[in-house]
């Protein structure tokens, strides 16, 4: 079998296990955002809804249920117009300024962690505020914490797995150098 083939074969197959832990992290995320959110404004409004309406027309009428895969619908669109926006940007800039960013595995691991964790800590002390909610609520963010981690862990070490596997498998044909003389 061709190399290009269980590279293409293989990298489908991790990129596909690697967003299973991602999920993961989204909806341990958003679990608590949405907690904090309706303890601390339980009559908030879902009208912003209406703009996924084409993803829904239910999201219209502002009587709809919501389930995960509604809600990954939604980040899925949300994650695709922030790849588009991002990958004009960076051929903007590297076209324009001749500048090209490249971020570490450690630099993104870095940035996820603090910014789950800087959630937690806010969803905590908002809970904190708030003397209605029982002290259970503490060890339930705590699990989801290490839940949220525990994926978020397993998405960056399953795609530097995919990177290695493209690396190993790749084919590397070198053109001698008076090849076309």
Request: aromatic share 20%; glycine share 4%; no cysteine.
């Amino acid at each position: 079998m061709n190399k290009n083939i269980i590279t293409t074969i293989i990298s489908f197959f991790l990129g596909y296990i690697k967003y299973f832990f991602l999920t993961g992290s989204v909806i341990f995320s958003l679990a608590v955002l949405l907690f904090v959110l309706l303890n601390l404004e339980p009559d908030f409004s879902f009208g912003f809804f209406s703009y996924f309406s084409f993803i829904d027309p239910a999201y219209s009428t502002g009587t709809f249920s919501m389930g995960i895969p509604e809600v990954m619908k939604i980040f899925s669109l949300i994650s695709l117009v922030i790849m588009l926006v991002s990958y004009v940007l960076r051929f903007a800039l590297k076209k324009i300024f001749n500048i090209t960013f490249e971020f570490s595995l450690k630099l993104k691991i870095l940035f996820f962690v603090t910014i789950i964790t800087l959630t937690y800590i806010i969803a905590v002390i908002l809970v904190k505020q708030d003397n209605a909610i029982g002290s259970s609520f503490y060890y339930i963010f705590a699990v989801f914490y290490v839940f949220n981690l525990v994926s978020l862990m397993l998405y960056f070490l399953i795609d530097a797995l995919m990177r290695k596997v493209n690396n190993i498998f790749k084919i590397h044909k070198e053109v001698p150098e008076n090849y076309f003389a």
